[in-house]
């Protein structure tokens, strides 16, 4: 069982940056995948980045954010920057043990584990 908390969120002004982080325990993280997903208001869940085999992102986020990862510290993080108010949302941390590559691990039910999400609001 892997457990992991989101933190870093808040509220930031159109452009700026913030850094997200996922702390996991339970179960190390060097062999799983991790991903970072958001939900806006009234809106799916939607992925964002994750970290396997290879790193894959949204397109919305391209250039913009970077995953990261430290095995040894059994975090992750997302870097954001030159935030837009569209990227407001519950941002979460999850975790899967399955094989990742490509287009793979790019929805939600692909993740077994999951945060409880940290609020990020972009304002303009």
């Known amino acids: 069982q892997v457990q992991l908390v989101e933190s870093g969120g808040g509220l930031v002004q159109a452009g700026d940056s913030l850094r997200l982080s996922c702390a996991a325990s339970?179960?190390?993280?060097?062999?799983?995948?991790m991903g970072w997903f958001r939900q806006a208001p009234g809106k799916e869940r939607e992925f964002i980045a994750r970290s396997g085999m290879d790193i894959s992102y949204a397109d919305s986020v391209k250039g913009r954010f970077t995953i990261s990862r430290d095995n040894g510290k059994n975090m992750a993080s997302l870097q954001m920057n030159s935030l837009k108010p569209e990227d407001t949302a519950v941002y979460y941390c999850?975790?899967?043990?399955?094989?990742?590559?490509?287009?793979?691990?790019?929805?939600?039910?692909?993740?077994?584990?999951w945060g409880q999400g940290t609020q990020v609001t972009v304002s303009s």
């Open positions: 999850a975790a899967t043990y399955r094989y990742c590559s490509g287009i793979g691990c790019q929805t939600r039910p692909e993740y077994r584990y």
């Open positions: 339970g179960h190390t993280i060097s062999g799983a995948t």
